[in-house]
């Protein structure tokens, strides 16, 4: 059964860093491509960065892109985000999703998410 | 980025009656590179469709998909107590690599 849990939200303050974590089971990791989705408060999904099986290929949302990183640990079967620079837009539940087909970033199996809240 | 306008933005029907769910690019939409999630309150998306016509696994054949180019639609044949939820349409065939549409509401009239 593929289990994605993710981990490492919480309450922080703008301009303040986090790192969130994605465990993965249930399906060869290493042969996938990940991503994260975020999703604010009563709005809709939004893409925020993909990354490929190897970790060689990374994508990022213009919203994203220079504050955010996307990685990956095979060996430990895991998908990361680095958030830096963190703004009040950036509350959101985020998710992380695992292709289906390669190279085709449509999500066929999500997590439960894990919410950060960006606060003064 | 291809934008995806999805209408209407809230659909109120009674359990057995059918709904029409429509999704409308900026753009055509490579490969018809396109998916349809169902979102219900505190969960995460499930899929639904994707090749705009192929229903995921485990799907019930009430969902249906279809469409091309820039226009696409979710059939929801009859539905049932369980299908009143938010639906997004998803385009995956344009750079970069994937961008969400709004979301329909289908609510119990």
């Known amino acids: 059964e593929v289990q994605l849990l993710e981990s490492g939200g919480g309450l922080v303050q703008p301009g303040e860093s986090l790192r969130l974590s994605c465990e993965a089971s249930?399906?060869?990791?290493?042969?996938?491509?990940m991503s994260w989705v975020r999703q604010a408060p009563g709005k809709s999904l939004e893409w925020v960065s993909s990354?490929?099986?190897?970790?060689?290929?990374?994508f990022y949302a213009d919203s994203v892109k220079g504050r955010f990183t996307i990685s990956r640990d095979n060996s430990k079967n895991t998908l990361y985000l680095q958030l830096i620079n963190l703004r009040a837009e950036d509350t959101a539940m985020y998710y992380c999703?695992?292709?289906?087909?390669?190279?085709?970033?449509?999500?066929?199996?999500w997590g439960q998410g894990t919410l950060v809240s960006v606060s003064s | 980025e291809t934008v995806l306008t999805q209408f209407p933005g809230t659909l109120s029907l009674s359990p057995g009656e059918g709904a029409t769910l429509s999704c409308r690019a900026s753009?055509?939409?490579?490969?018809?590179?396109l998916a349809w999630y169902q979102q219900k309150p505190g969960q995460a998306p499930r899929l639904l469709i994707y090749?705009?016509?192929s229903r995921a696994a485990g799907i019930p054949d009430r969902f249906s998909g279809s469409g091309s180019g820039t226009a696409f639609t979710l059939t929801i044949s009859k539905l049932e107590p369980e299908d009143f939820a938010v639906y997004y349409c998803?385009?995956?065939?344009?750079?970069?690599?994937?961008?969400f549409g709004g979301g329909t509401k289908v609510e119990i009239k």
């Open positions: 249930g399906f060869t990791f290493s042969n996938t491509g």
């Open positions: 999703a695992k292709i289906a087909v390669i190279a085709l970033w449509y999500f066929h199996y």
């Open positions: 990354i490929s099986s190897s970790g060689d290929a990374t």
């Open positions: 998803q385009q995956y065939g344009n750079s970069p690599p994937t961008t």
């Open positions: 090749a705009a016509s």
């Open positions: 753009q055509s939409i490579s490969s018809n590179y």
